[in-house]
């Protein structure tokens, strides 16, 4: 069992940076791909990036490319989503979610987060 918190969102103006964190309990979180997703209102969930269990590879959502950077931190239990140079259209609740599966392409997720807002203001 993982529970995952997510922090670090907020309200910012355009061209801003924002670091989202994913604090995870339990022993088994670098067992785990974590990935990033997130949901504007009226819109489906999408795909934002992801990261392999031990941080070596990273996928990201052709949106994300060159803005966003995924890290994560084991030895804290920690997944981070650094956004540079957000644009309003990055409006979303942002989820981080851990799922046992190797690809990191994949949608299939075994634990998510309650989200965090993140508002980029024009």
């Known amino acids: 069992q993982v529970q995952l918190v997510e922090s670090g969102g907020g309200l910012v103006q355009a061209g801003d940076s924002l670091r989202l964190s994913c604090a995870a309990s339990g022993r088994t979180f670098s067992t785990y791909r974590v990935g990033w997703l997130r949901q504007a209102p009226g819109k489906e969930r999408e795909f934002v990036g992801a990261i392999t269990r031990t941080g070596g590879r990273t996928y990201y959502a052709d949106t994300a490319k060159g803005r966003f950077t995924i890290s994560r931190d084991n030895g804290k239990n920690t997944v981070f989503l650094q956004m540079n140079s957000l644009k309003p259209e990055d409006t979303a609740v942002y989820y981080c979610?851990?799922?046992?599966?190797?690809?990191?392409?994949?949608?299939?997720?075994?634990?998510w987060g309650q989200g965090t807002q993140v508002t980029v203001s024009s």
């Open positions: 979610a851990a799922g046992v599966g190797m690809s990191l392409s994949s949608m299939t997720y075994d634990y």
